[in-house]
């Protein structure tokens, strides 16, 4: 049986103590989180999908870096959500016209947030895609990026707390200020 | 070719390393140092600018000498703030940091404030009393041995 397979089943944690000596035990990582952060990294930067596998690749790369920095108690997932979140914001600059995220995901999003507060109300009076993708994109990173990882990624306020290197009642207030502002745009369309 | 072949080629491609544990220790002492040097002048510009203000506010003495060492007390206290900030990835240490900072800046920079414009005006008092009585006072003690035979 080879080392990959016999790993397999371990948490990201234990497998993160053993990619010093065995480095090849990174690809069960990059495996595992390859779909997730594609889906993150579009969410957030946009872009094609050419420049978003770019971006997936660099966060891996610094990740494989700085596995030693990576201490004991953390989440995996929350410490290499924030090398994300920071290379999602080197994008970001250097692209300043970044290009929309899809249609799909805003959907997605749109539905979401409307299962909260009283948003719901006038997401499905517009019940126009196009319109709530252009007002998704009006909202600034930072609260597009707290919608995205409560919503679509299903983070918790620690763990983005964690991602995001903010304490979790600063957390709260920009989710609450992202569903004012997003609340706000709508009415305004 | 999919992602962990691309990355792997890439890692042997431009032979990248991880950095070592010490590196992190390393940068982390480091950033450690410089804000604890930082600090330290900052606490030495506080505590001069502190007693500096004491000993003229006694002295009714007008400089503006303590809004330098104010300033740069506060400066050094936000540069070492910035490097803690740097320094240390636990956000709750950070922040209680630079409330404290902030505090001892502020108590500071108004303590000088409040101190001088009190000083200014007593002594524009005492001129008035030396004014009208052809009196000419040196110092607050003296003004105030004044004030008791009136």
Known sequence: MSIIAEFENKTDEKLVELIPRHKELFGVLIHRFEGKLTRYVRRIGGGNKESVEDVVQ????????????????????SWLYGIAHNECIDYWRRNKKHTNISLDENTELASVLATDEDIEEDLFRKEEQEQVR?????????????LVLRYLEDKDYQEISDILKKPVSTVGTLLHRAKSQLKQLIKNT | MDLEHKVFQQIEKEDIQMHSPWF???????????????????????????ALILHWAS?????????????????TGFLAYISFVHSFSFYKIRLSFGVVVLLVATFSFGYALFTEGHAERLERKL??????HNIAPHSFREHERFEGRN
Not at chain 1, 134 to 146: A, G, M, S
Not at chain 2, 59 to 75: C, D, M, Q, W
Not at chain 2, 127 to 132: I, K, N, P, V
């Open chain 2, 59 to 75: 002295e009714i003495s007008l400089v503006n000498f303590p809004y330098t060492l104010v300033g740069l007390s506060a400066l």
């Open chain 1, 134 to 146: 252009k007002i998704l994109d009006q909202l600034p990173l930072k609260f597009k990026e707290v």
């Open chain 2, 24 to 50: 992190f220790y390393a940068k982390d002492i480091s950033k450690f140092t410089i804000a604890l040097i930082l600090m330290v002048i900052s606490a030495i510009f506080c505590g001069i600018s502190i």
């Open chain 1, 58 to 77: 660099n966060i891996f790369i610094k990740a494989y870096v700085n596995i030693n920095s990576f201490h004991k108690g953390q989440k995996f997932s």
């Open chain 2, 127 to 132: 001129q008035g009393y030396s004014a009208y």
